[in-house]
Each structure stands twice: as C-alpha cells, then as structure tokens.
C-alpha cells in the first residue's frame, strides 16, 4: 500500500499580477487543504508584469495572514522550485472548461517532469468565476469599478499604479 503523507506541503504558483478575491479564496481553501502552503510568485519580466514581485509579495502577505503561510518569488520549473521546498502538492484553480485545457498540459507536463508531485485542482467559486488579474487590469485601466473583485488595498495600489484615483468616499452633509 502507498504510504501516507501525514504532513504536506502544498505550492501555490501563480503570476499574481494582481492578487485577486479568487487568489484570496484558493489560498485560504489550499490552506486547509496542507500543513504549509507556499505561495509562489513567478518572476518573469518577459510577461511585463505591472507589478514587481515585491510589491506582489507584499500585497498578499497584507491581505492573506493565514499561520503556515509562506510567500516566496520563483525562477526555473515550477517542479524544481516545489521540490526544493519539500512540496508535494501544486494547487491550480479553474475557473472555467476555458481554463481546463492548459491547466491539463501544465498539469501532464509536471507529471512527467517530477511524478511525485501531485497537482490538485480546486473549483473556484461561482462569484469569481469570471476574475482574472489581466481582466482586473484593463477594467481598471479603463476606469471600470473593479472593487469587490480584489482586497481593498489591492484596488488602491492598482489605483495609484494606474495614475487613477480612486472615488472619494461619501461624507455626511453638513
Ligand atoms: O498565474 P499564471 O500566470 O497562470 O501562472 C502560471 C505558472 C506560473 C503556474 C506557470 O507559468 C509556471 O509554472 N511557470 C514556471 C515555468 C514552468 O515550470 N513551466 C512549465 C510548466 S508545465
């Protein structure tokens, strides 16, 4: 019989361009799913990112305080990065049957690389079912109301990166 893998760690990778309430959402749910969750934010200047990985870094460790959570940036294969941290567990949401069809090659494809790395799928929620970071980004970008789709202090650094300010705040007459 295989034999049981009492304490897991689990990787989150992602680009995390920004963190959206569905990152938010997956990271809480993997949580519970691992003994460690570590966050991995992929640093790739070739995706032209519109965040650094630090201020991404900073924006989930603001927004996601959760014990056992570590947030680290990555280079290189995602299976030698969840390796090199014990991992045995790489989780990926799906949003959509349109997110299925890659998440299955990434999927196969890190199967063959490291076969002892598992990647497990959760379902995102039916209200962030249609939340990307790059439909985030242009709606913003647009002047499109995109709060409720990401942490509060996440829609104003996106604000201020975008040079747009966000919509004062109602104050009582008088
Ligand atoms: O949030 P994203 O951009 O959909 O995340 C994609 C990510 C970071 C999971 C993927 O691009 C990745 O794993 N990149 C690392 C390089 C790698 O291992 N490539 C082979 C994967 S099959």
């Not at 200047?45 to 989930?60: A, G, N, T």
């Not at 390796?83 to 063959?112: C, F, P, W």
Request: proline share 6%; aromatic share 6%.
């Amino acid at each position: 019989m295989p034999s049981k893998n009492a304490s897991i760690v689990a990787v989150f990778p992602g680009s995390f361009d920004p963190l959206t309430n569905g990152h938010l959402d997956l990271i809480s749910r993997a949580s519970r799913l691992s003994s460690k969750l570590v966050v991995a934010i992929l640093s790739n200047d070739s995706k032209l990112p519109l965040f650094s990985v630090q201020e991404r870094m900073d924006m989930i460790r603001e927004s996601a305080s959760l014990p056992d959570l570590e947030i680290e940036s990555f280079e290189g294969l995602l299976v030698d990065f969840a390796t090199s941290k014990g991992a045995s567990m790489i989780v990926r949401g799906i949003r959509a049957v349109s997110d299925y069809e890659y998440e299955l090659q990434m999927a196969h494809m890190n199967r063959r690389l490291r076969p002892d790395v598992e990647t497990v799928f959760l379902m995102s929620r039916e209200e962030n079912s249609f939340v990307s970071s790059k439909l985030v980004k242009e709606v913003a970008r647009l002047g499109g109301d995109v709060s409720g789709l990401v942490p509060p202090l996440v829609l104003e650094r996106l604000l201020l990166k975008l040079n747009l300010h966000a919509a004062p705040m109602a104050l009582p007459k008088g």
